[in-house]
Nanobody, 124 residues
């Protein structure tokens, strides 16, 4: 499975960005995580491919939307109302093979493929 993420950039607070991540292979779930300087990697959002369920961190609920394009095997993260604290490297992750149970979607170890990060910078 190869992952290719794109869409990061510099945006002012209150602005929007859309990230995308294209995958190859038999994926069962895809997720976005982020890591800010000096901080641990944290879960942002995930989508379980077969059932289409979406899952979000509390910090982004109502502002971020994860979606997919089955034909393109691509997942998107629409980020609205961005805040300076959203500044981080955003990483795309995929689970190849058996699916992820709901309680595990926010755990990095649940995913067995990671793409390169894309930097999102939100200025105040």
């Amino acid at each position: 499975v190869q992952l290719q993420a794109s869409g990061g950039g510099l945006v002012q607070a209150g602005g929007s960005l859309r990230l995308s991540c294209a995958a190859s292979g038999r994926i069962s779930a895809m997720g976005w995580f982020r890591q800010a300087p000096g901080k641990e990697r944290e879960f942002v959002a995930a989508i379980r491919w077969n059932v289409g369920s979406t899952h979000y961190a509390d910090s982004v609920k109502g502002r971020f939307t994860i979606s997919r394009d089955n034909a393109k095997n691509t997942v998107y993260l629409q980020m609205n109302s961005l805040k300076p604290e959203d500044t981080a490297i955003y990483l795309c992750a995929a689970k190849w093979g058996n699916g992820i149970i709901v309680s595990a979607v926010a755990t990095p170890l649940s995913y067995n493929n990671w793409g390169q990060g894309t930097l999102v910078t939100v200025s105040s």
